[in-house]
């Protein structure tokens, strides 16, 4: 009989402002000192998606959204996309929220970038960034 595996479930938020975007420099392995989207894991059994995204983003930077206030983005399941193993993420936006960013839990650093200069991404996190920019502009041209 075959093993079923069940991959883990995670959150990434998109933070802007002004166009800029917030981004996480991770504290620990995978990618530690590298930047990226601030998220998580999904706390089994006792929360939803979005709290689990609003959770992660107060935890890693300080800044506090209402989950009513996300908006839900992509799913992103490439099962090589996290180097522990097959990640699901969940992608939220995130343009109300409160708070000035602050590093804490898994972030060594928690800062906005200018979308123009983005230093290099952990993960997948270029090419949810890329999808989401893409996204933008043909939301601005429609």
Same mark, same amino acid.
């Given at each position: ?13 998109l933070v802007e402002r002004d166009n *800029? +975007?917030?981004?996480? @420099?991770? @504290? /620990?392995?995978?990618? $530690? *000192? ?9 706390? /089994?059994? !006792?929360?939803? +998606? ?7 983003? @107060? ?6 959204? *209402? $989950?009513?206030?996300? &908006? ?14 097959? /990640? ?6 995130? $343009? ?14 928690? &800062?906005?970038?200018?979308?123009? /200069? ?8 270029? $090419? ?9 502009? +043909?939301?601005? !041209?429609?």
């Amino acid at each position: 009989m075959t093993e079923y595996r069940n991959p883990c479930t995670t959150v990434d938020i998109l933070v802007e402002r002004d166009n *800029n +975007l917030l981004l996480i @420099k991770r @504290k /620990y392995e995978p990618f $530690k *000192n590298m930047w990226a989207l601030p998220g998580g894991h999904l706390d /089994y059994g !006792k929360e939803t +998606l979005e709290e689990a995204a609003t959770r992660e983003l @107060k935890e890693e930077t300080g800044i506090f959204v *209402n $989950k009513e206030d996300l &908006r839900f983005f992509r799913v992103y399941s490439e099962p090589n996309r996290d180097p522990r193993g097959h /990640y699901i993420t969940h992608v939220y936006v995130a $343009k109300n929220f409160n708070g000035q960013p602050v590093a804490d839990d898994d972030a060594e650093d928690a &800062r906005f970038f200018p979308l123009e /200069y983005l230093p290099e991404l952990a993960f997948d996190h270029e $090419k949810i960034l890329n999808d989401y920019l893409t996204n933008m502009d +043909l939301e601005e !041209k429609s």
